[in-house]
């Protein structure tokens, strides 16, 4: 089992940069895929980025991509988030997930996700 707390977000002016954490627990972590996704109010939850256990591969949404970097350090147990050049339609709260499975098969577990703002 996966236990995930995510940490990092805030209020940030347009333009700004934010650098979100998860810090995950559990033994399967390092061989987890492992996600992110944000909910604004009002909307679904979207996907936003991935990246595989080894970190070898990753995978954005068109809405963040050459904006936001995914990362993780297997070592500290920890996934990460860097988000720049930030925009007012990037507001939503900020969820990390594990896919211990593999991303194909979906994401078991979840975070109880950090607030994003970003003010125009």
């Known amino acids: 089992q996966v236990q995930l707390v995510e940490s990092g977000g805030g209020l940030v002016q347009a333009g700004g940069s934010l650098r979100l954490s998860c810090a995950a627990s559990?033994?399967?972590?390092?061989?987890?895929?492992m996600g992110w996704f944000r909910q604004a109010p009002g909307k679904e939850r979207e996907f936003v980025a991935a990246?595989?256990?080894?970190?070898?591969?990753?995978n954005y949404a068109d809405s963040v991509k050459d904006r936001f970097t995914i990362s993780r350090d297997n070592a500290k147990n920890s996934v990460y988030l860097q988000m720049d050049s930030l925009k007012p339609e990037d507001t939503a709260v900020y969820y990390c997930?594990?896919?211990?499975?593999?991303?194909?098969?979906?994401?078991?577990?979840w975070g109880q996700g950090t607030q994003v703002t970003v003010s125009s």
């Open positions: 997930a594990a896919a211990p499975r593999g991303l194909r098969n979906g994401y078991d577990y």
């Open positions: 559990g033994r399967t972590f390092s061989y987890s895929d």
């Open positions: 990246i595989s256990w080894g970190g070898f591969y990753t």
